[in-house]
């Protein structure tokens, strides 16, 4: 911090220094994401998150003050590369025996649920007149795992760094609602603790919104939660590709243009192959290093919302992100309904 400091007190004239400029940009989204961080450590904030803190509280800045020009270089930084970093270091979360072994229905549940929010959403946001570009992402980010998926398919749908924020804002936002939602609803719903963490699982937005919700049902549909999210987070690649060969075959990427394809995804698939088959061998990561390396992502995505909320300008994207905003509502709503009635047939 004393860098920070020390640059801010150095007169303007005198503050050009590129590699200075990025560490001390760096180094901004470190203290907002550190921050952000201990408030939601706080009673009620807990249930909020770090990342939808990070966001809120940078979107909020941002109209009061401004983007802060000087820190870019590190401000961008931190929303690209660290961002794809984090997305990598989730693979270790997915265990592909288990899902193999224990998963085969929810994988075609996951499929489900991935076709039914971006059709759902997209023809929802027709009726509403509302931006394509824009419900495409929040389609993408409710049927998959919410602000990373938006991220992943961002490069390759050309989306506009602004809309790529308000996704992952609305995201967080709506996906918190549902999972706080789903912990009031659990006395009076008709279904088990392992329905339950089903239900949570294929429904909720964000990886951390099921353990969220799932937490009020016991540990056996936090299990089961994870399990039929992580169903739904390995469709992010043959999604990915998929979209890359529409964009292709629509002339929005032509033929010999270098394609941005988000090629951190296949270090996504090979760090969850690799913790799958190295426990017990001597590649084993330790049990210590381990649980770094999955809570690292949290605060690293929440580095990313810095520079993704400074990009929102509320009094630009306001009116544009209404009805987007209600598309993804609607969709969540008959989403969560229509799963819920399949689920105590199939479990």
Not at 17 to 39: H, R
Request: glycine letters at 8%; one cysteine or more.
């Amino acid at each position: 911090m004393s860098t920070l400091v020390q640059y801010i007190l150095t007169p303007k004239n005198k503050r050009h220094t590129p590699k200075l400029e990025w560490l001390c940009g760096l180094m901004f989204t470190v203290a907002i994401a550190f921050a952000a961080y201990e408030l939601a450590r706080l009673p009620g904030l807990d249930h909020i998150g770090q990342m939808a803190i990070a966001l809120v509280g940078t979107v909020i800045a941002r109209q009061f003050f401004g983007y802060p020009e000087r820190f870019r270089a590190g401000i961008q930084f931190a929303s690209k590369q660290l961002l794809r970093l984090a997305i990598i270091l989730c693979g270790l979360k997915l265990n592909f025996g288990t899902l193999l072994h224990q998963g085969p229905m929810l994988l075609l549940q996951g499929a489900v649920t991935v076709v039914f929010a971006i059709g759902c959403t997209l023809l929802v946001a027709r009726r509403l007149k509302a931006d394509t570009s824009l419900s495409l992402l929040l389609g993408i980010g409710t049927g998959i795992c919410g602000a990373a998926a938006i991220a992943a398919v961002t490069p390759i749908l050309k989306a506009k760094e602004e809309d790529t924020a308000a996704g992952a804002g609305l995201i967080a936002l709506i996906g918190t609602i549902a999972a706080i939602g789903y912990t009031v609803l659990l006395p009076v719903l008709p279904l088990t603790d392992a329905q339950y963490g089903v239900w949570s699982g294929l429904t909720l937005h964000e990886i951390a919104h099921v353990p969220l919700a799932a937490s009020a049902a016991g540990p056996d549909a936090i299990e089961t939660g994870l399990l039929a999210k992580l169903s739904r987070v390995l469709l992010l690649v043959p999604v990915s590709f998929i979209l890359l060969l529409i964009m292709k075959r629509r002339g929005h990427i032509t033929s010999g243009t270098p394609v941005a394809f988000p090629w951190f995804l296949i270090g996504f698939v090979l760090m969850s192959v690799f913790g799958s088959v190295t426990p017990g061998t001597a590649l084993e990561i330790p049990n210590h290093v381990m649980a770094i390396l999955q809570q690292a992502p949290a605060f690293l995505l929440a580095m990313a919302m810095v520079g993704l909320g400074l990009h929102v300008d509320l009094r630009t994207l306001f009116t544009k992100a209404l009805r987007p905003l209600a598309a993804m509502a609607i969709t969540t709503v008959l989403l969560s309904a229509l799963t819920m009635l399949l689920i105590q047939y199939v479990y």
